[in-house]
Every structure is written in structure tokens, then in C-alpha cells.
């Protein structure tokens, strides 16, 4: 088939896709965000109430507590999934005996479901836990400690996977010519792995960010927000992700189904700004093979 009669059938191929894209995600979308500026029940019977289901999201303080949490969260994860996911990487492809072994057991766990991931580890910290008198969702600092864990076996064979092939694709001339020069193991990895690696930390970053930011069936399945404490009259949950906290505002209270969509938008705009800041930073350090 030539040039001419692709482009003759190229709306048969490309319209279905385009309008399957529109009705499942263009359309939702800005529907979305128009709802935020709802008060609703249900999507037929929504008013219009401005900026108020805004005022109240910056007013909410579990939302604000669940922004701090996700953000903390977010930095210690990126940073350890990442580290140890380069290192794992670099250690299989040194020439270890069963590297391939060793790459399939590392991403293993990544094929596992979240929900599913979240309480098999809720039954393997509490089957810890219980033995000091506590449990996961007793205290704030064992399950943000469980949180990273559950999240860091998951994506660091992922991570570990792009990683590899980045290590693999840098030339061995500048290897060689970094041993000529009498290139110590620190400085080679410094001055030639870590530059030349920069496309893949980009990828890596911005993956294990958004995923990071984006976790909730995890944190439903291993905490669900709990503990809960009182603060100035409302219920505040420690462990509480802003996906999650989400979740609660619109299906909790019918009443609040516009402060919940309001927040889903923020939410976005959050994400949004982060990963494309983080994707500036990182490309701006790549360089040219």
C-alpha cells in the first residue's frame, strides 16, 4: 500500500481511536472541571456556585495535612526507589553471575495489584507489629515508614528495568577513554555514567513523582488514612494521601461531591506543575551522545 492510499484511509483508522479519546477522556475532563464549580449530587442536577467549592478546599484542613503528607512522602520515595534502583542496576550489569535471575525477581513485584500489594503488606507489618503492642494504622510514623516500603518494592524493579538499559546504551569508548586517563571508579561514574544516564533519570524521576503523588489504591488497602485525630473540630487523617482524601470528600457526603471534584482539579494542577518542573530541571542536565 502506497503513500496516497494510506492517506485515502487514514480518517477509517485514525477517527475511531480519536473519538473513542474524546468521549473517554476530553469530554470527562472538562466536564470535570466545570462540575468544580458545582454544588451536586449527581452530574444532571448541578448549579453553579462559582468559587465557593474552592474557598472551601483551601479552608479544609485534612486536605491541607493530606498535601504536606503526599509531598513528604513523594521526596523520601523518589529519592529511595531511584537510588536503590540505580544501584541494583549497576550492580547486574557489572558482570554478576544470574543477573537475568536477579532482573526477574526484582520486577516481579511490580506486576502485583495495589489493592492487593496493600494488604498483603498490612498483614506482614502487622504480624510484626503485633508483637509491640501496635498495629499499621495505630501510629502516624509506621504507616508513612509502611507506605514507602510497599511503594519502594514495588517500582524499583521497574525503575531498575530503564535504568539497565540506559547503563547498556552509553558507548565503552568513554569508558576506555576514562581509564586511559587514569579515571578513578568514583570519578567515571560522576564524570561519564551519571551524564550519560541523564535521559533515563528524567523518566525515572518523573514516573516514580507522578506515582508517587498519584498513590491511592495502596494507601486505601494498608491504612486507609488511619489514625484519625481530632483538630479544631474535624477529623484529620495522619496517613491520608491526597488521592485518598479525595476519594472521601466525594463519596463520603453527597453534600460535598463539588468540593471533592473542586479538589480533584487542584489536584491536577498540583501534579501537572510538579512533573513538568521536574522535566524541565532534569533535560536541562541532559547531554548529547
Known amino acids: ?51 465557593s467549592n474552592y474557598a472551601q478546599v483551601f479552608r479544609d484542613g485534612g486536605f491541607l495535612y493530606s498535601f504536606v503528607f503526599t509531598a513528604l512522602f513523594t521526596l ?3 529519592l529511595a526507589i531511584n537510588l536503590i534502583a540505580f544501584t541494583v542496576a549497576h550492580i547486574l550489569t557489572s558482570g554478576i553471575r544470574g543477573a537475568n535471575v536477579f532482573r526477574t525477581v526484582f520486577f516481579m513485584p511490580n506486576l502485583i495489584g495495589g489493592v492487593i500489594l496493600g494488604y498483603i503488606w498490612q498483614v506482614i507489618f502487622d504480624g510484626i507489629l503485633q508483637n509491640y503492642g501496635t498495629n499499621i494504622k495505630l501510629d502516624s510514623r509506621l504507616g508513612f515508614a509502611g507506605l514507602v516500603i510497599l511503594l519502594c518494592w514495588q517500582q524499583i524493579g521497574y525503575m531498575m528495568i530503564i535504568y ?52 491511592f489504591d495502596q494507601n486505601l488497602a494498608l491504612t486507609a ?3 484519625g485525630v481530632q483538630v479544631a473540630g474535624e477529623t484529620v487523617y495522619q496517613t491520608e494521601m491526597l488521592a485518598l482524601n479525595i476519594y472521601n470528600t466525594f463519596y463520603q457526603n453527597m453534600n460535598t461531591r463539588g468540593v471533592g471534584q473542586a479538589k480533584a482539579v487542584v489536584f491536577f494542577l498540583i501534579v501537572a506543575a510538579v512533573g513538568l518542573v521536574q522535566l524541565y530541571l532534569t533535560r536541562s542536565k541532559e547531554v548529547e551522545q
Open 1 to 51: 500500500m502506497n503513500k496516497r492510499q494510506l492517506s485515502k484511509y487514514f480518517p477509517v483508522f485514525v477517527l475511531p481511536a480519536f473519538a473513542a479519546f474524546c468521549i473517554g477522556f476530553v469530554y470527562p475532563f472538562f466536564r470535570g472541571i466545570y462540575l468544580s464549580f458545582c454544588a451536586f449530587r449527581t452530574t444532571s442536577d448541578a448549579k453553579w456556585v462559582g468559587l
Open 225 to 227: 488514612g488511619e489514625p
Open 76 to 78: 523520601v520515595s523518589v
Open 164 to 215: 539497565i538499559s540506559g547503563l547498556n546504551s552509553i558507548p565503552d569508548h568513554l569508558y576506555e577513554a576514562a581509564k586511559v586517563d587514569g579515571a578513578t571508579k568514583w570519578q567515571t561514574l560522576r564524570s561519564v555514567t551519571l551524564p550519560m544516564m541523564m535521559p533515563s533519570i528524567t523518566i525515572c524521576t518523573f514516573l516514580t513523582l507522578t506515582n508517587s503523588f498519584k498513590l
